[in-house]
């Protein structure tokens, strides 16, 4: 399963924007650039594609928590 980063940058931070007055601060943009997940999402995934991210996930979102019986 890839991860990737799309848009690490927010736009209003970007230097080819650094003349554009967005009228900012956006903390909500700054966030979502740092705490985004990319999940694939292709036509080619194939069902065992599929379980694999969402077990990954899983798994992921359980880490540092304790379980309970």
Not at 27 to 38: L, Y
Not at 43 to 58: F, N, S, W
Request: charged fraction near 15%; hydrophobic fraction near 35%; charge should be negative.
């Amino acid at each position: 399963m890839d991860a990737v980063v799309r848009y690490p940058v927010p736009i209003h931070r970007q230097p080819a924007f650094a003349d554009h007055r967005f009228g900012g601060p956006f903390p909500h943009t700054d966030h979502q650039a740092t705490a985004t997940v990319c999940l694939p999402i292709r036509p080619d995934l194939t069902g065992d594609d599929i379980d694999y991210v969402t077990a990954t996930l899983h798994h992921a979102s359980n880490i540092g928590q304790e379980t309970h019986p």
